[in-house]
C-alpha cells in the first residue's frame, strides 16, 4: 500500500504560479512512475504530467511549456511547478503512482486549484 499526501492548491489569479506537492509513504519499493492528474468540472480525469523511475517526463499538451514535474527520491514526494496558469487549469488535482508489474495506481485525495480570470 502506498499513501499519498497532496498539499498547494489553492487560488491564483490568471497568469500566477503554484507548486503542489504529494508526498508518499508506506511501500515504495517497485514504484514505476509517478504523476499529476486532474479533473475538471464535468470532465474526465486527464494525465497532467508524469516522471518514470528512469527520470523520463511526459506531459500533456496543454501544460507543456508551463509546468514541470520533479521527483526528491530522498524524500518520496513529487512536485508539479505550474507558471503561466490559466482558468482552464481549474480543477481537482490529483497525486498518483504506479507500483508494480500489474501498474496497480495509488491515488491522493486531490487538490483544488482555482484561477481567476
Known amino acids: 500500500q502506498v499513501q499519498l499526501v497532496e498539499s498547494g492548491g489553492g487560488l491564483v489569479q490568471a497568469g500566477g504560479s503554484l507548486r503542489l506537492s504529494c508526498a508518499a509513504s508506506?511501500?515504495?519499493?517497485?514504484?514505476?512512475?509517478m504523476g499529476w492528474f486532474r479533473q475538471a468540472p464535468g470532465k474526465q480525469r486527464e494525465l497532467v504530467a508524469i516522471i518514470h523511475s528512469s527520470g523520463r517526463t511526459n506531459y500533456a499538451d496543454s501544460v507543456k511549456g508551463r509546468f514541470t514535474i520533479s521527483r526528491d527520491n530522498a524524500k518520496n514526494t513529487v512536485y508539479l511547478q505550474m507558471n503561466r496558469l490559466q482558468p482552464e487549469d481549474t480543477a481537482v488535482f490529483y497525486c498518483?503512482?504506479?507500483?508494480?508489474?500489474?501498474?496497480?495506481?495509488?491515488w491522493g485525495q486531490g487538490t483544488q486549484v482555482t484561477v481567476s480570470s
Open positions: 498518483a503512482v504506479s507500483k508494480g508489474i500489474v501498474n496497480i495506481y495509488y
Open positions: 508506506g511501500s515504495m519499493s517497485s514504484i514505476n512512475s
